[in-house]
């Protein structure tokens, strides 16, 4: 169209939205106003084209939510909050690969080291669980108390009895405090351990994890580019 003039129609075609898409994404924010035509047709320009190539771009990067607001701040002129925004999403990302490190370390030193000597069919108790770990038996009774080993007791005595699949979520609890990690951090990663029936079918969601968070950076890298093009061709853009 004359003038680099875009209908809301050309805009929709090259992502495969609805005109009705284009004209809530104006409504969000997610583009920058457009100017009317006398008619009070929507007018669009190739700096809202970016705009939506650049929401493509942050959307697999950040997250719907997340981008939804970087692009509103951006519109704004609020480029400090926008570049915030992305910071904090970097910052999490990196959160959660020290995360998958530290869990992948953990199960590596679990599956590594040798399995407390049970004292009698199979199973442990308190005392011999907690020196083998080298902490106190009131540490693995606050662990129980958080759901994250669940002993049963034995009916005559009332001895709390650990099995070997309490051993192992003592052991990964053991590995993963020593880490710095919270009781209420742990607990997810136990339940998939049990889920998965272990330490070994844990990998494969370990490496799938691993993948997304792989997926996920270089979306940013992409996203980036995208969003540094848009804020050149704003002329009123802080920068």
């Not at 049990?194 to 070994?200: D, I, Y």
Request: aromatic share 4%; charged share 20%.
């Amino acid at each position: 169209m004359p003038g680099g003039r875009l209908r809301p129609v050309d805009l929709a075609r090259e992502h495969g939205l609805s005109t009705q898409a284009i004209r809530n994404y104006e409504d969000a924010g997610i583009l920058p106003p457009a100017d009317r035509t006398p008619n009070g047709y929507r007018i669009y320009t190739p700096l809202h084209a970016q705009a939506l190539r650049v929401f493509g771009a942050l959307v697999p990067a950040h997250g719907h939510a997340t981008a939804t607001e970087i692009m509103r701040a951006v519109n704004q002129d609020s480029v400090q909050d926008a570049l915030t925004l992305v910071d904090e999403s970097h910052a999490q990302s990196l959160q959660d690969r020290h995360t998958l490190l530290a869990v992948e370390r953990a199960l590596h030193d679990l599956t590594a080291t040798e399995l407390p000597v049970p004292t009698q069919a199979g199973v442990t108790f308190v005392g011999p669980l907690a020196r083998r770990l080298g902490i106190r038996p009131a540490t693995l009774r606050k662990w129980e108390r958080a759901g994250l080993v669940h002993p049963h007791r034995e009916p005559r005595t009332g001895y709390r009895v650990y099995a070997p699949a309490d051993v192992r979520d003592a052991q990964l609890t053991h590995q993963l405090r020593r880490g710095g990690y919270l009781l209420r951090q742990i607990a997810p990663l136990l339940d998939q351990v049990r889920a998965a029936g272990g330490v070994g079918p844990l990998e494969t969601a370990l490496t799938a994890w691993r993948d997304r968070l792989t997926t996920r950076s270089v979306a940013m890298l992409a996203a980036a580019g995208e969003l540094h093009t848009y804020l050149a061709q704003r002329p009123s853009a802080s920068r």
